[in-house]
């Protein structure tokens, strides 16, 4: 096993798009996202994030295979929506990096993955200029049906990277769960580091 960290460039990230697409649906499956996803809309997701001329994608590979993800891009390339939420709140969103996503497979996790994960998207930030960055993490109830008996939250990793939920900042995002007939609205709370 040989575990590499890195950040991918535009071409490697088109050739990555179908792994990261597989990579996404695997992990979000499980709680406390229960995203029940296909390869088309996140493929058209990455496609579309990754539009943004600062977009970062860092990768965890053992081998030649991704097993571990994380995103980021300005701010001001996300939806108007997603931004007005963050103006309305009274942050410039000109002025904020945006964590899309850190997705890594189960039997890889406690490796320091996700450490290098905050440092890569972290250093980009603040070489485009960035005062912070902020994320949205699925807000469910602590009596989930799904929630697995050993499920242990992230929030003491964001806390100890600097990160804290901002009272009142949440977010709504779409997409279909396990068990659903079709998307609905799903709460994200806001996390946010300034420096």
Do not use: C, N
């Not at 997701?45 to 097993?67: H, K, P, T």
């Amino acid at each position: 096993m040989t575990l590499t960290i890195g950040i991918l460039r535009a071409a490697e990230r088109a050739a990555a798009l179908g792994s990261l697409a597989q990579l996404r649906i695997a992990v979000f499956r499980a709680y406390p996202y229960l995203y029940d996803g296909t390869v088309a809309d996140e493929t058209a997701y990455l496609a579309d994030f990754f539009g943004s001329d600062d977009a970062v994608l860092v990768a965890a590979r053992d081998g030649e295979a991704i097993i571990g993800a994380a995103t980021a891009s300005p701010m001001r390339d996300q939806g108007e929506d997603f931004r007005a939420r963050f103006a309305d709140a009274g942050f410039d969103p000109g002025t904020l990096f945006y964590f899309g996503e850190s997705v890594l497979l189960p039997e890889y996790r406690g490796r320091g993955i996700g450490y290098a994960f905050f440092d890569a998207r972290e250093q980009a930030a603040r070489e485009a200029g960035a005062g912070g960055a902020a994320f949205a993490a699925v807000v469910r109830p602590a009596d989930h049906p799904a929630r697995p008996a050993d499920y242990r939250p992230l929030d003491p990793f964001w806390r100890a990277r600097g990160y804290a939920p901002v009272d009142g900042l949440t977010v709504a995002m779409d997409w279909k769960e396990v068990g659903e007939d079709s998307s609905s609205a799903k709460a994200l709370q806001v996390w946010m580091r300034q420096w």
